[in-house]
């Protein structure tokens, strides 16, 4: 029997660790530009392969899902990024409202919506702090939380690929 494999691109740890260097410059230069909250939107997507068709379709959902809820709260976007590699694609933006009320609208969404737990959209305030969420989320395979699966590395990449696939193919998506 052929082992199952998701479809794109395999990156390693370096990829991986450029991805997040560029990333926090983006955010450091928006917060100096702008000294005002910044979104960093990505996917969180487990193992070697953090995009595909699918998954940027997903993410494509989730940042109409996100840039839609700005605009119902009347909070302005005052610079963005996009950036699609390899690595996954991220939205980076400034905004131009209080931090504490852009994390509750983010995890609204991350809640909400279909594929939300598959949505990483952090909020980082005028200090540079990144936001946390005041509940753990739950693991994608078990329910338990994900740290702890994390941590104990209670399901295989595959699997872990296999949940995310199967949420992809089964959320409807506008």
């Known amino acids: 029997m052929e082992e199952w494999k998701m479809e794109g691109t395999e990156i390693d740890l370096p990829q991986m660790l450029n991805c997040r260097e560029r990333r926090t410059n983006v955010q450091n230069e928006l917060l100096r530009g702008y000294g005002r909250p910044v979104i960093s939107f990505c996917m969180n997507i487990p193992g070697p392969i953090k995009t595909n068709a699918q998954i940027r379709a997903a993410f494509l ?8 809820e700005l605009e119902k709260e009347s909070i302005a976007v005052l610079q963005s990024f996009d950036i699609a590699e390899p690595t996954g694609d991220e939205w980076i933006a400034a905004v131009d409202a209080d931090a504490a009320v852009v994390k509750e609208l983010t995890m609204e969404i991350e ?25 753990f989320r739950k693991c994608l395979i078990c329910g338990r939380q994900a740290q702890e699966c994390a941590r104990a590395r209670a399901h295989s990449v595959a699997e872990m690929q296999k949940a995310v696939m199967k949420m992809l193919e089964e959320a409807p998506m506008n």
Do not use: T
Not at 61 to 68: E, H, P, Q, T, V
């Open 61 to 68: 959902d989730g940042r109409a899902a996100l840039i839609k």
């Open 111 to 135: 809640n909400r919506h279909p594929l939300g737990r598959l949505f990483d959209m952090d909020v980082i305030n005028i200090n540079g702090e990144k936001l946390s969420r005041p509940r």
